[in-house]
């Protein structure tokens, strides 16, 4: 499937659907503390995702069972909410949403720390965020997409943290996944040159230690191979010929 530019009517259409759902996620970063369940979790970004008149586009999403992916320390991305998982002081939580408004969707993911965390924890959030802005830095038509990827991969690579290979950041619009993929570490080729008008979803997920990730029985939980904690940051973007639009913040 070729990559789609989006009109100006589509653009403010996926602007509006980002901005929804980075309201999701305000509440929700007000909401998650110790003592809450990770169903819980995905129980208030339900409601918060439908109370704007929206759908949560992860549910059901090839069989996945919930609205939210809530993905708990060494838990990298899509764990599966659950009423006996208590949040506890001192974990980190990755939240991953996403929503369709008149059939636009949006995507994005941040990790939380619940109370007191540990320093490493602190910093691996802190870079695992820094190396998102390192790599859209070159999100800007006339680049190349992979310039992103090297970016976030010079970014990461310093500190010796283990980048995620087997999942990557996509193109989005009217689907949850388009092309192109974009990986989160360096690459040979130059990959599509971007142009204005395309949106794409770039998320690092970089763990602690090692790079190597296990999936759980569930068929969903990609955990990290080591039993490091793992860090998640994701947003939707507009790519523009100047500074590329970050359509999720909050
Ligand atoms: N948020 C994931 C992504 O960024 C998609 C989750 S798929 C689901 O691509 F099935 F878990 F919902
Ligand atoms: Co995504």
Redesign the pocket.
Known sequence: MAITIKSQKEIELMRESCRLLADVFQNLENEVKPGMSTMEVNILGDKLIRAHGCIP????????P?SI?VSVNDEI??GIPKKNHILKEGDIVSL???LIYKGYHS???RTFGIGEISEDARLLIERTKQSFFDGIKFAKEGNHLFDISNAIDASISRYGYGIVKE????G?GTH??EDPQIPNFAQKKKGPRLQAGMTI?V?PMINLGGADVEWLDDD?TVVTADGSISAHY?NTILITDGEPEILTLY
Not at 57 to 64: A, I, S
Not at 167 to 170: A, N
């Open positions: 586009n992860f549910l059901h999403y090839e069989g996945y919930a992916c991305v899509h991953d949403a996403g995507d994005m993911a999942l990557v950041g996509h989005i949850l996944h979803a998320e969903w994701e």
